[in-house]
């Protein structure tokens, strides 16, 4: 049974951080690329950050130069890094790992940028 499972979402005021972690089972991340996309209340969904699996990054411009994507192969997981959240960063975030045949999907973890 595979499984991706977020964490680490919350309320947070403007200007602050949270990580977002994103743990796999019956799956190895390694052999995926993995990505972190978000949606908000009326919009669609939309990528955050890529990481290919040899490392390279990839992010929306909305977030360029607040965010982080990482991974740790070794654990199995996946990181996202937000700093200086703002209002519209509010949107429940998911974890994907995506090959050539499939991906697969977390349940999502609520974020929420508000003061």
């Known amino acids: 049974q595979v499984q991706v499972a977020e964490s680490g979402g919350g309320l947070v005021q403007p200007g602050g951080s949270l990580r977002l972690s994103c743990a796999g089972s019956g799956i190895v991340f390694r052999l995926y690329g993995m990505g972190w996309y978000r949606q908000a209340p009326g919009k669609q969904r939309e990528l955050v950050a890529a990481?290919?699996?040899?490392?390279?990054?990839n992010y929306a411009d909305a977030v360029k130069g607040r965010f982080t994507i990482s991974r740790d192969n070794a654990k199995n997981r996946i990181y996202l890094q937000m700093n200086s959240l703002k209002p519209e960063d509010t949107a429940v975030y998911y974890c994907?790992?995506?090959?050539?045949?499939?991906?697969?999907w977390g349940q999502g973890t609520q974020v929420t940028v508000s003061s």
């Open positions: 990481i290919t699996n040899g490392g390279i990054t």
């Open positions: 994907a790992a995506e090959n050539m045949r499939t991906d697969y």
